[in-house]
């Protein structure tokens, strides 16, 4: 892709397309994602000959290349626009709401549908409902390939089934799987391999104590897909707004500590927060994640546990994990003279350190 000038004010269709030559991009295209909001407006700024020409503010190629790059993911525009949004890219918060509750919509809908289907063959479950949510619960947890979820512990097909069915009864808002948290909870904690947050390693406490399902639990009330669409509904600006910047501390932190601790630990998944790299490379993360935080923020339980920590995020970890990608970015020569105080550490604390370091350079 070729490079455009840190001079340049505005860019011209043409000069997008050869940003993005071999994309397959075409005029037309970046037409259509104009109108559905993907892309900056054109704007009339000048006369070639007896044509006018229409320009981009100088951002457009970075918000063409990122639209590109979350396109590979999926090609449904309200997902688009709210990740778009949640990158940073300016989106009008009335069309990010809109689409974040079109999203919504839509997974509840076809969660409906996929539920009917099955409940002829649930005839004789008192709950033909929870019946269908097992029959795809099981589908889910024993279908293999790069769409899944990655297999983060040792776990029986019959406790990966009963963990899916669980994760799909809490997101449908199913009043029966408040029921099954006590049993079924540790079952969904070990297929997202957040089990080992509960044990103590290289030094680093554990941070997940309590029962597995008193967080689950907040999930079901807060969480669901009706809850949420019922919060979106009265959202506002600010909160919207808000919502993204919380969200966005939340998942960079959470990933920032699982990359540190699998550092210090010289282990994979740690602290039990693998799965979190999963989420962050989808699209579709970008209308959960900002949903949930908004909705926590609004309940009177959680939004002081939600403060508390964003602000250790903000204000601790990610500082540290930013000074650590700096430093991963110099020359063996410029990091010696930028760490003169290295030397003086701890023998443990050097080691941690150069793992972190080490880490972000290989990425």
Do not use: C
Request: proline letters at 4%; charged letters at 30%; aromatic letters at 6%.
């Amino acid at each position: 892709m070729t490079d455009i000038s840190e001079g340049t004010a505005r860019i011209t269709t043409a000069e997008l397309l050869v940003l993005v030559d071999g994309s397959g991009t075409t005029a037309r295209l970046l037409e259509y994602w104009r109108q559905e909001g993907l892309l900056p407006k054109a704007e009339r700024t000048g006369q070639s000959g007896k044509r006018p020409e229409w320009t981009y503010p100088r951002e457009a190629a970075d918000q063409l290349t990122t639209l590109l790059r979350l396109r590979k993911k999926t090609k449904q525009p309200d997902v688009l626009r709210v990740a778009l949004w949640f990158e940073g890219f300016p989106i009008e918060p009335k069309r990010v709401r809109t689409s974040i509750i079109a999203v919504l919509r839509r997974s509840l809908e076809m969660f409906a549908k996929e539920i009917d289907k099955r409940r002829e063959r649930a005839v004789s479950s008192e709950d033909s409902t929870w019946a269908a949510l097992e029959q795809i619960g099981r589908l889910l947890a024993r279908k293999r390939g790069r769409t899944t979820l990655p297999r983060y512990g040792r776990q029986t097909r019959e406790e990966r089934d009963r963990a899916m069915t669980l994760m799909l009864g809490l997101a449908f808002g199913h009043d029966g799987a408040a029921a099954r948290l006590k049993d079924d909870a540790p079952h969904v904690e070990r297929m997202l391999g957040l089990y080992r947050g509960r044990r103590s390693r290289a030094g680093m406490g554990a941070w997940l104590d309590g029962p597995a399902g008193e967080g689950m639990d907040a999930f079901a009330y807060l969480g669901s897909l009706p809850a949420l669409i019922e919060t979106f509904e009265t959202v506002s600006d600010e909160e919207l707004a808000a919502g993204r910047v919380s969200a966005r501390i939340m998942l960079d932190g959470m990933a920032a500590f699982a990359h540190m601790a699998d550092a210090f630990a010289v282990t994979e998944n740690a602290v039990g927060l693998a799965a979190i790299d999963v989420f962050r490379d989808e699209p579709i993360t970008a209308v959960w994640m900002p949903a949930f935080v908004i909705a926590a923020s609004r309940s009177s339980a959680l939004s002081e546990n939600l403060r508390s920590v964003l602000n250790a995020l903000s204000q601790d970890l990610l500082p540290v994990e930013q000074r650590a990608r700096e430093l991963a970015a110099l020359s063996a020569e410029d990091l010696h003279q930028q760490l003169p105080e290295l030397e003086s550490l701890p023998f443990i604390e050097q080691v941690r350190l150069k793992r972190l370091i080490a880490q972000y350079r290989d990425e």
